[in-house]
């Protein structure tokens, strides 16, 4: 049972107003399939919210709004039955540096019955050659998103996450964890975007030295991934706020 289903299990719908704080596709499209009275999505990103606004399936009750979380405008006066956060907290860092905690306050505020909360455990540090491979691309994948002056994801512990929580006043009522498996081919897909990003690098020099240490984590990737490897976990929380 994945994430998504886990949450139709516990809360079945038929829901009423719901609200994608961090919209995107897999977690719009899914909505998309579940009986409500209406969606709203909230992105910072204006080509994302086009493409997710001419999804089959998205009706007049439907929006998706580019706006900001740290903007205390956003969805004023708007609450809530249901609230996903799917992977929102992790992406915040990108938009507001240091803003996760105050997040979770506007986005608790938003919510009249159930929030779910997904994200992704920080990698810990690897304790095998598989895991020190997949460690490596993650810090290969951000170290290029610094160098071209983004702000990488910054993943936040379900620790943090559910004591910030807790000091907000919220009751969290359920918690799952579903560990992961990474193979060859996910370095190959992360490989390849982040040799695209290279593209973008103006110093020639640097994009020649790091597309070598992509060649090198490639090589490094089929002789340590061959089978799939555990590493780090995505958490969900059932936070009710009736
Ligand atoms: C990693 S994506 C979420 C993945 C998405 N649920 C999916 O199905 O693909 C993070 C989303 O949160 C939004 N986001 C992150 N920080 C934000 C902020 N401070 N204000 C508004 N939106 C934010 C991003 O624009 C993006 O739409």
Known sequence: MDLFEQILRRHPPPWGDVLDAGTGASSWDWLLKQTCRSRTGVTAEEPRAQALRARPGVGPQDQVLVGLWQDPTLLENRRFEVVLGDYLLG??????????????????????????????????????PGQTCLFEVAQMRDAVQLLLGNRPHRELPQAWVERHLVARGARIAWKER?????????????????????QLLEDRGLAQVLRRRCHG????????????????YDYLLGVDCR
Not at 217 to 232: D, G, H
Request: aromatic share 12%; net charge negative.
């Open 91 to 128: 992406a915040c860092d990108r938009y507001a540096p240091h803003f996760q905690e105050e997040m979770i306050e506007r986005v608790v505020s938003k919510c009249s019955g159930w929030l779910f909360l997904i994200g992704l455990e920080p990698l810990p540090f690897p304790t095998n």
């Open 178 to 198: 579903y560990h992961n498996l990474y193979d060859a081919g996910w370095v190959a897909r992360e490989v390849a975007s982040l040799e695209q990003n290279l």
């Open 217 to 232: 984590l490639r090589q490094t990737a089929a002789e340590t991934l061959s089978k799939p490897v555990s590493y780090s």
